[in-house]
């Protein structure tokens, strides 16, 4: 009879490992649930000395290592895939070739790579979830954990699908975020290069007029002038700093964000920016909420759900939150207490989590909030496209009327002293 190799959480949430005798993986699942254990992982046991002659006497070429190269897998092409998968599953096809038909659909690429190296390890014994997770730039953690679950629970393709319609929302929600900043950044970007056209261009040759009658100039010409020479005639010039202050400003974040206490205080400031603060704060909840809401719900562990979500929240006041709240747990409190006590998130959701908890529907309670809060931000989107259109327009209106002020101003003073000569 096969022997299965287990890994499993115990009643106090400890991790525990062994090995049981089953004729199918599906009886080895339930023979460890019957030791009153919640399974994370159920393999065959193999042979590694044998399995090792077979792939040398098949002279398989060497390959290149998992996880290397270069490229990414977009959200899009990944949750298409998912959903295929799920599909071929549902009908009933062997994982090996429901896998080896999806690859063969893929353009070359990352995934079609990945899958192609997938396909050998299944094919040479190991786990979907195992084979994925040697390629964390085509299947991150939470992938392959939900796979994961999938397959000890023996409802990949049902888990599968989930999976895809919670990278759909998520990305939905990006898209909605993102799309929402391009009209008011492409304004900004044309209105900023009109007007230093006009102020490296133009203004020179006013101020050779200028200069040609010697008249005296206002305080707001002489700036304006001042800052003409500066972008054209600086030590280094002023276009430079322009040009390069954007790229060096990324870089100084990102090397900040390297350390912890620099993620911290970014984050931190980004949380209090007016409105677009509410979207971060609102945005993030929406996504460890839906996070966790899906692990649970696909049977992974509060304790290793907590630890995933903690690690995809994209926030490190929220991700310190998620492991407080993850070390409370396993201390044996409750969900709620800890997430009341760290006042990162409103009331409501405490209560949701609260009644989830009592009721014994915490992922549904979880999901329910993620969609909540998707609605809040969509809302609090619609606002700040609102209250940027006037604010863009009050701005941009006092810059081109400075300008044509500072400029028309000396003029006038020129044509009455001519006038009254």
């Known amino acids: 009879m096969p022997l299965f190799t287990y890994e499993a959480l115990n009643e106090t949430g400890q991790e525990v490992r062994g090995e049981v005798e089953a004729p199918s993986k599906?009886?080895?699942v339930a023979k460890v649930r019957g030791l009153r254990y919640?399974?994370?992982?159920?393999?065959?046991?193999?042979?590694?000395?044998?399995?090792?002659?077979?792939?040398?006497?098949?002279?398989?070429?060497?390959?290149?290592?998992?996880?290397t190269g270069f490229g990414w897998v977009s959200i899009k092409i990944l949750t298409q895939f998912t959903r295929q998968l799920s599909t071929l599953q549902d009908a009933g096809l062997p994982i090996l070739r429901s896998l080896r038909i999806l690859e063969q659909q893929q353009k070359p690429g990352m995934l079609r790579n990945s899958l192609k190296q997938v396909c050998e390890d299944v094919e040479g014994g190991s786990t979907l979830s195992e084979a994925m997770a040697r390629h964390p730039k085509a299947f991150d953690r939470l992938y392959t954990n939900m796979v994961a679950a999938g397959e000890a629970g023996g409802v990949l393709d049902v888990i599968l699908q989930r999976l895809a319609e919670f990278m759909e929302k998520a990305q939905r929600l990006k898209r909605k975020v993102i799309g929402a900043m391009i009209y008011p950044t492409v304004v900004i970007t044309i209105a900023s290069a009109i007007t230093l056209l006009i102020i490296i261009f133009l203004v020179p040759k006013f101020r050779d007029i200028f200069k040609d009658f010697g008249a005296k100039?206002?305080?707001?010409?002489?700036?304006?002038?001042?800052?003409?020479?500066?972008?054209?005639?600086?030590?280094?010039?002023?276009?430079?700093?322009?040009?390069?202050?954007?790229?060096?400003?990324?870089?100084?974040?990102?090397?900040?964000?390297?350390?912890?206490?620099?993620?911290?205080?970014?984050?931190?400031?980004?949380?209090?920016?007016?409105?677009?603060?509410?979207?971060?704060?609102?945005?993030?909840?929406?996504?460890?909420?839906?996070?966790?809401?899906?692990?649970?719900?696909?049977?992974?562990?509060?304790l290793e759900a907590m630890n995933i979500t903690k690690e995809t929240t994209g926030n490190e006041i929220y991700s310190r939150m998620l492991g407080k709240v993850r070390d409370a747990i396993r201390e044996g409190d409750s969900f709620a207490n800890p997430l009341r006590a760290s006042k990162t998130v409103d009331s409501i959701v405490v209560n949701m989590v609260d009644v989830g908890e009592e009721t014994g529907e915490l992922d549904k309670m979880l999901m329910k909030v993620a969609d909540?809060?998707?609605?809040?931000?969509?809302?609090?989107?619609?606002s700040l496209?609102?209250?940027?259109?006037?604010?863009?327009?009050?701005v941009l209106g006092g810059i081109v009327g400075?300008?044509?002020?500072?400029?028309?101003?000396?003029?006038?003073?020129?044509?009455?002293?001519?006038?009254?000569?």
């Open 26 to 28: 599906e009886e080895a």
């Open 402 to 421: 400075f300008i044509v002020i500072a400029l028309y101003m000396p003029m006038i003073n020129l044509i009455q002293s001519l006038t009254q000569q």
């Open 217 to 302: 100039l206002p305080a707001m010409t002489e700036f304006l002038i001042s800052v003409s020479n500066w972008l054209l005639n600086g030590s280094p010039p002023g276009w430079l700093v322009i040009l390069l202050t954007p790229v060096l400003l990324v870089l100084t974040l990102k090397l900040i964000r390297q350390a912890e206490i620099g993620r911290v205080v970014l984050d931190t400031i980004k949380l209090k920016v007016p409105v677009m603060g509410m979207i971060i704060a609102k945005s993030t909840i929406a996504r460890f909420t839906r996070t966790l809401g899906t692990l649970i719900s696909a049977g992974v562990p509060i």
């Open 38 to 67: 919640f399974p994370t992982k159920v393999n065959e046991k193999v042979d590694k000395k044998k399995l090792a002659l077979q792939k040398e006497a098949a002279g398989g070429a060497k390959r290149k290592a998992a996880g």
């Open 372 to 382: 909540n809060y998707d609605d809040e931000v969509d809302t609090l989107v619609d």
């Open 385 to 394: 496209v609102s209250l940027l259109e006037p604010v863009m327009v009050i």
